[in-house]
């Protein structure tokens, strides 16, 4: 059935469903994949791959709203097919979410860097994978605080041996927008910046948003790894 292209179609809208690519060099797994996204309301798989290269294609031939990608794939990696789909301004719609087998993995500060939207461990509940597509479909980035705690932890780890390399904050941001940047950062919802700062929600996505406009964020999770990088965030303290 076809429908008016909504961009982001809310599960069992009268809109076409979100077209959801499935990227993973094993069989069985995108086969159960498949069968968990197809039995979900408001989501269809219009295409399989086993290498970053097949994603790549599928992706541009099936116009697909979200990519499920692996990070380990033979020729073309899953970090290197996301750089090339999120530096292609035709898949400007096209979210990625990274699925690894380790919920923090150490390719995974590189690969939102690399313009993913999020990720998810493959041990993950079918209920959970849903979700996520829904929410990275959304524009929502799929970084929960303990996921964030734990990259952010992770990245330092891999890199506490380097010298400290911070860009330059662009110009413009607010003190608000700085200081909601900073607690995106640190892990926090929306809800709960809103709680701890007496703000309503509708105002923390407000302020979160123009700071990600400024700062040439594509979601929350490119504003986490930003808001790192030039220094906005500081580093969590060793207790």
């Not at 290269?53 to 990608?69: G, P, W």
């Not at 990274?98 to 500060?109: M, R």
């Not at 964030?148 to 860009?167: F, M, Q, V, W």
């Not at 948003?209 to 030039?230: E, F, I, P, S, W």
Request: hydrophobic fraction near 45%; proline fraction near 5%.
């Amino acid at each position: 059935m076809t429908g008016s292209a909504s961009p982001s179609p809310s599960p069992g809208a009268a809109s076409r469903p979100t077209r959801v690519v499935i990227a993973d060099d094993q069989d069985l797994v995108r086969a159960g994949l498949r069968l968990m996204i197809e039995r979900a309301p408001g989501l269809t798989v219009v295409g399989e791959a086993a290498t970053g290269h097949e994603a790549i294609r599928v992706v541009r031939q099936s116009r697909a709203d979200v990519v499920l990608m692996d990070i380990r794939m033979p020729g073309l990696d899953g970090l290197a097919a996301t750089r090339r789909i999120a530096a292609d301004d035709s898949l400007g719609g096209v979210k990625v979410l990274i699925l690894t087998t380790f919920e923090v993995d150490d390719y995974v500060f590189e690969a939102l860097r690399s313009g993913a939207s999020g990720f998810l461990g493959k041990g993950a509940r079918p209920d959970a994978l849903i979700d996520a597509i829904r929410t990275v479909a959304r524009g929502d980035a799929l970084l929960s605080p303990a996921a964030t705690r734990s990259l952010i932890g992770r990245y330092l780890k891999l890199h506490d041996s380097e010298p400290a390399r911070t860009s330059p904050l662009p110009a413009g941001l607010t003190d608000r927008e700085r200081q909601l940047t900073a607690l995106v950062a640190d892990g926090m919802s929306n809800a709960e910046i809103a709680w701890q700062l007496n703000l309503s929600p509708l105002t923390v996505k407000t302020h979160v948003n123009h700071a990600m406009t400024k700062l040439g964020a594509r979601d929350r999770a490119q504003l986490v790894v930003l808001a790192y990088q030039t220094g906005l965030a500081r580093l969590p303290r060793a207790r």
